[in-house]
């Protein structure tokens, strides 16, 4: 089954850019959507941005002026940055699967922003 | 944008009891591009139903949900102690644009 596994820094400095990856085993890497998503603590889920395995993207408008999306096919993984990042930018962030809907999820990484 | 208004915010029930959970868009989800997740602390969103209706792979079958337009619902039929948790709903337009709910937090009465 697909399984997705997220790395990258748990903590960034304030004004740095925040980078995580997101690798897909166990199926097909090709012709899908691919997302990252956010959560601060005790809140709802915002959608950041995704990436067609064809380099295809769409941001959320809130954060398209920070956010970069990219895809290596040939090492089946997807990647966020987030530039000059603050503490708002706190939170859990998790990769998934799909366009309309979404799944699998990657396991969640923990990114606190603090110098 | 469009804003999805989940209540009630909590809901208290027994197991074995039926839980009932409405989510409301501020205009229409065209398609129903409407989903459901299950969210246990600690842990990623798990998919429940998509397009309005249709459950996810592996989804038990005592889970439902229905709606079009502006207003959907989750049901629970009979809930089992592992149901209880945080439940969003999600849609998406072709601009596109995706947005969550503010969860539904479903807790042991």
């Known amino acids: 089954q697909v399984q997705l596994q997220q790395s990258g820094p748990g903590l960034v400095k304030p004004s740095e850019t925040l980078s995580l990856t997101c690798t897909v085993s166990?199926?097909?890497?090709?012709?899908?959507?691919y997302n990252w998503f956010r959560q601060p603590a005790g809140k709802t889920l915002e959608w950041i941005g995704h990436?067609?395995?064809?380099?295809?993207?769409n941001y959320n408008p809130s954060l398209k002026s920070r956010v970069t999306v990219s895809v290596d096919t040939s090492k089946n993984q997807f990647s966020l940055n987030l530039t000059s990042v603050t503490a708002a930018d706190t939170a859990v962030y998790y990769c998934?699967?799909?366009?309309?809907?979404?799944?699998?999820w990657g396991q969640g990484s923990l990114v606190t922003v603090s110098s | 944008e469009i804003v999805l208004t989940q209540s009630p915010g909590t809901l208290s029930l027994s197991p074995g009891e039926r839980a009932t959970l409405s989510c409301r868009a501020s205009?229409?989800?065209?398609?129903?591009?409407l989903a459901w997740y299950q969210q246990k602390p600690g842990q990623a969103p798990r998919l429940l139903i998509y397009?309005?209706?249709s459950r996810a792979t592996g989804i038990p079958d005592r889970f439902s949900g229905s709606g079009s337009g502006t207003d959907f619902t989750l049901i629970i039929s009979r809930l089992e102690p592992e149901d209880f948790a945080v439940y969003y709903c999600?849609?998406?337009?072709?601009?596109?644009?995706?947005?969550f709910g503010q969860g539904t937090r479903l807790e042991i009465k």
């Open positions: 998934a699967r799909g366009r309309r809907w979404f799944d699998p």
């Open positions: 990436i067609h395995t064809s380099g295809s993207t």
């Open positions: 166990g199926g097909s890497f090709t012709s899908y959507y």
């Open positions: 397009g309005a209706s």
């Open positions: 205009q229409s989800v065209s398609n129903n591009y």
């Open positions: 999600q849609q998406f337009d072709s601009s596109p644009s995706i947005t």
